[in-house]
């Protein structure tokens, strides 16, 4: 992400995933990008936009590449 100039901070705090997710929206991070067991071995990540409908924040699990492109675009927008 850096490499593509897309500011990022991760959270390796040992809180559970629900509250890290809660801190995030507070801070008004546009896009979380969750990185569990299932996104590890699938070489994925699982990205949940901020501003979207409650029902709607979860984009889904998508490759890094897909990330960067979805960023880029938002930043164009």
Known sequence: MKENDIRVEVDVRSE??????R???MDKA????IVGE????N???SV?????ELDKQDMG?????????????????
Do not use: F, T
């Open 16 to 21: 559970k995933l629900g509250y890290k997710i």
């Open 23 to 25: 801190e995030a929206r």
């Open 30 to 33: 546009p896009y979380m990008i």
């Open 38 to 41: 299932n996104e590890k071995n």
């Open 43 to 45: 070489m994925s990540v």
């Open 48 to 52: 949940r936009q901020r501003d979207a």
């Open 61 to 77: 699990e998508m490759s890094l590449e897909q990330v960067v492109n979805l960023v880029k675009r938002d930043e164009i927008e």
